[in-house]
């Protein structure tokens, strides 16, 4: 699949040719981390609610301040769900000759276009699921208490087989 070449006008290196283009799946996944931060999220919301429906009772309108708590708690409780499905409707996959793209077009954080540059010592990691990955980098990520590492890749890919292939006959041309 190739993309009309105006389209890579100025961001594609001369010769560069578009190999693949995609989208990750944005099907909603739940894992064991979103389950402990619904359930915290819901015991954080139904504090607040009870906290607010007290402070109701006594008349005035200082109940409103625990609005801001519950909408934590639910943001904490359904956030994890839903933040990753939305973001992954956002994104669009490149794969050239020569690099990775990922494009992202998030709020608060606008359009991004990140390259990664494929080579002979990119490491290629294939994640077998139903839609399946490709991790080929990865960066640290800053925490409070130390760092963490985030892998990059095109994530819940359908065509992550092809897409592996290809990955790998750019890597062999690049080291012949």
């Known amino acids: 699949m190739t993309a009309p070449q105006d389209e890579w006008e100025g961001i594609l290196d001369p010769g560069e040719q578009v190999l693949w283009q995609g989208r990750p799946d944005p099907a909603i996944t739940f894992r064991a981390a979103n389950a402990v931060a619904l359930v915290f999220g819901l015991f954080f919301a139904g504090f607040a609610l009870f906290w ?48 990775a793209f990922i494009a992202q077009d998030l709020p608060f ?17 294939f994640r077998d699921s139903t839609p399946g990955s490709i991790m080929f980098d990865h960066e640290m990520r800053r925490r409070k208490n130390g760092h963490y590492r985030v892998d990059i890749g095109f ?22």
């Open 109 to 125: 954080r606008g359009r991004t276009l990140k390259s990664y540059p494929t080579t002979d010592r990119t490491r290629l990691e």
């Open 155 to 176: 994530e819940r890919i359908a065509e992550a087989g092809e897409v592996l292939r290809l990955m790998r006959q750019v890597q062999e041309r690049q080291s012949a």
């Open 52 to 99: 607010m429906v007290m402070a109701a009772q006594a008349g005035g309108l200082f109940w409103v301040f625990g609005l801001i708590h519950f909408s934590v708690g639910l943001g904490i409780a359904f956030g994890g769900i839903f933040w990753e499905p939305w973001k992954r409707r956002h994104t669009w996959y490149t794969l050239t000759d020569r690099r």
